[in-house]
Antibody
Framework: QVQLQEAGPGVVKPSETLSLTCNVSGVPIYSYYWNWIRQPPGKGLEWIGNMFFGGSTKYNPSLESRVTIFGDTSKNQVSLNLTSVTAADTAVYYC??????????WGQGTRVTVSS | DIVMTQSPLSLSVTPGEPASISCRSSQGLLHSNGYHYLDWYLQKPGQSPQLLIHLGSTRASGVPDRFSGGASGTDFTLKISRVEPEDVGVYYCMQTLQTPWTFGQGTKVDLK
């Protein structure tokens, strides 16, 4: 049974870097694609990007200049860094596992507020 | 980017009655392997989204058979044969044929 647990700072100051982690249990991260998706308050879903460990990463062009997704097999953990944040980056951030495109399993999400 | 357009954006349904949600893509989602790369997700109140349908018409594991997905060109449909109270929430379609993967705006379903 795969479980995903996101963790983050809760509040980030404008212009700083947002760093989130997704702790994965039940499957090794090197076997699947790992995605980050976000949902601003009261709004819909936006795909941020994904990675396949030891392979490619794909990012949404709208965020590509600011985002990095990477993994740590020793911790079985996937991470997201988003630089130069603004209020528009305030959202619930989800990690999700995929293999053949579909987001099969999701974490419970972590809420991030950008505020000074 | 492929634009996904859902309709309606809001739907009130009577328990036990059928319901249908449409999703249109700005370009075809048919892969060379013969599958449409279109998924449906349900986000129940206060929860994370969950996968209902993938590859256009294949129910995910554990999804009741009252949910079905269909495809015709760039038009996709999610049907619920008999709505149950636990089906309330926001339904999203999403394409994964090409990056960036994109979602529809969501359709909020509640009970009459």
């Amino acid at each position: 049974q795969v479980q995903l647990q996101e963790a983050g700072p809760g509040v980030v100051k404008p212009s700083e870097t947002l760093s989130l982690t997704c702790n994965v249990s039940g499957v090794p991260i090197y076997s699947y694609y790992w995605n980050w998706i976000r949902q601003p308050p009261g709004k819909g879903l936006e795909w941020i990007g994904n990675m396949f460990f030891g392979g490619s990463t794909k990012y949404n062009p709208s965020l590509e200049s600011r985002v990095t997704i990477f993994g740590d097999t020793s911790k079985n953990q996937v991470s997201l860094n988003l630089t130069s944040v603004t209020a528009a980056d305030t959202a619930v951030y989800y990690c999700a596992k995929s293999l053949s495109g579909s987001l099969e399993s999701w974490g419970q999400g972590t809420r991030v507020t950008v505020s000074s | 980017d492929i634009v996904m357009t859902q309709s309606p954006l809001s739907l009130s349904v009577t328990p036990g009655e059928p319901a249908s949600i449409s999703c249109r893509s700005s370009q075809g989602l048919l892969h060379s392997n013969g599958y449409h790369y279109l998924d449906w997700y349900l986000q129940k109140p206060g929860q994370s989204p969950q996968l209902l349908i993938h590859l256009g018409s294949t129910r995910a594991s554990g999804v009741p058979d009252r949910f079905s997905g269909g495809a015709s060109g760039t038009d996709f449909t999610l049907k619920i044969s008999r709505v149950e109270p636990e089906d309330v929430g926001v339904y999203y379609c999403m394409q994964t044929l090409q990056t960036p993967w994109t979602f529809g705006q969501g359709t909020k379903v509640d009970l009459k």
